[in-house]
C-alpha cells in the first residue's frame, strides 16, 4: 500500500516495523484481488512470515475487520466498511453526485463512475452500470491511473503543481497528457477514446481490440480546487459525443454546487 515500507528480501517485516503497519499491509494485500484468500497467500503478499500473519489476522478478525469463512480463507470485514463509509471524501461526495449520476445512467444505460485523488492515484468511490453496459473491471475502492483514464485527468488537471509535474515526468506520452489537461482547463470536460485498458475483449465481428470513450469532467470545490471527477465510460460507436459532453459538463457543475456549499 502507498507509504508503507516495503518488506525485506528475506520475506521478514522491516526491523522496528509497527504491528499498524503491518496490519494495514495484511489488509492491502486484498486490493488485487478483493475476494478471499488462504492464509499463505496473505503472508506472501503482505511480505510476512506466515505466523506473523497468521497472529495479526487473527487480531483483526477479532474486531471485525477480517472475517474468516468456513474454508479457512480470509475476506475483508463488514466493520471496515461500515467505517469506510465515513470517509468525507468519498461518502460526503457521493451523497452529492448520486442524484446527477441516476440521472445520466438513465439516460446512458451505461457506467457512471466518482472517483477521487488519493497522491498520484484515482480512488473510485462510486459507480453506477447497466446490466447491459459493456463488461470493465472498475470496481469501487479501486485505484486507477491519474495519466491513463479520464477521471484521473480531469483530477489531475486541477491537482496541485508537484503532483501534475511528477505525473507528467512517468507518463509514456507526456505531449498527450498535456493537452488532455489543456482541454479539461479550457471547456471542463474532455473526452478520451482508445482500446479498454482493463478489459480489451475483441470486436467479433472484426476480431479487432474493443474501444472505450471515456467523457469525464471534475467536481471543483469553492477555490477551483478538485473535490472529485465524473465520468461516463460506453463503447466507442461512432456517435456524436457532444450530448455526453453537454450531460457531464452539466452534471458536474451542479455536483460541485452542492458539494462545495456543504
Do not use: C, W
Not at 63 to 86: P, T
Not at 227 to 253: E, F, K, M, Y
Amino acid at each position: 500500500m502507498s507509504g508503507t515500507a516495503p518488506p525485506s528480501r528475506s520475506g521478514r517485516p522491516a526491523r522496528g516495523e509497527p504491528i499498524l503497519e503491518r496490519a494495514f499491509r495484511i489488509l492491502g494485500a486484498f486490493a488485487e484481488s478483493g475476494g478471499s484468500l488462504p492464509l499463505h497467500v496473505l503472508a506472501s503478499r503482505a511480505g510476512l512470515p506466515r505466523s506473523t500473519a497468521s497472529r495479526i489476522a487473527a487480531q483483526l478478525t477479532d474486531v471485525g475487520a477480517l472475517e474468516r469463512r468456513g474454508n479457512g480463507e480470509f475476506v475483508v470485514g463488514l466493520q471496515l466498511l461500515e467505517i469506510a463509509s465515513l470517509a468525507p471524501r468519498g461518502h460526503g461526495l457521493r451523497a452529492a453526485a448520486l442524484p446527477y449520476m441516476q440521472d445520466l445512467h438513465r439516460v446512458t444505460r451505461q457506467h457512471i463512475l466518482l472517483a477521487v485523488r488519493d497522491g498520484h492515484e484515482a480512488v473510485l468511490v462510486e459507480r453506477l452500470s447497466a446490466r447491459g453496459a459493456v463488461a470493465v473491471k472498475y470496481r469501487v475502492g479501486g485505484r486507477l491511473p491519474l495519466t491513463e483514464t479520464g477521471v484521473g485527468i480531469a483530477l489531475l488537471a486541477h491537482a496541485p503543481q508537484e503532483i501534475r509535474d511528477e505525473a507528467l515526468a512517468s507518463a509514456t506520452d507526456a505531449g498527450r497528457v498535456r493537452r488532455l489537461i489543456a482541454a479539461v482547463l479550457r471547456e471542463g470536460v474532455h473526452t478520451t477514446t482508445g482500446p479498454n485498458p482493463l478489459h480489451p475483449g475483441t470486436d467479433p465481428v472484426h476480431a479487432e481490440p474493443a474501444r472505450m470513450t471515456s467523457v469525464a469532467a471534475p467536481i471543483l470545490d469553492r477555490d477551483g480546487g478538485a473535490l472529485g471527477a465524473l465520468s461516463l465510460l460506453a463503447p466507442d460507436d461512432g456517435r456524436s459525443q457532444v450530448a455526453a459532453r453537454v450531460a457531464l459538463r452539466t452534471a458536474s457543475l451542479a455536483i460541485s454546487r452542492s458539494a462545495g456549499h456543504r
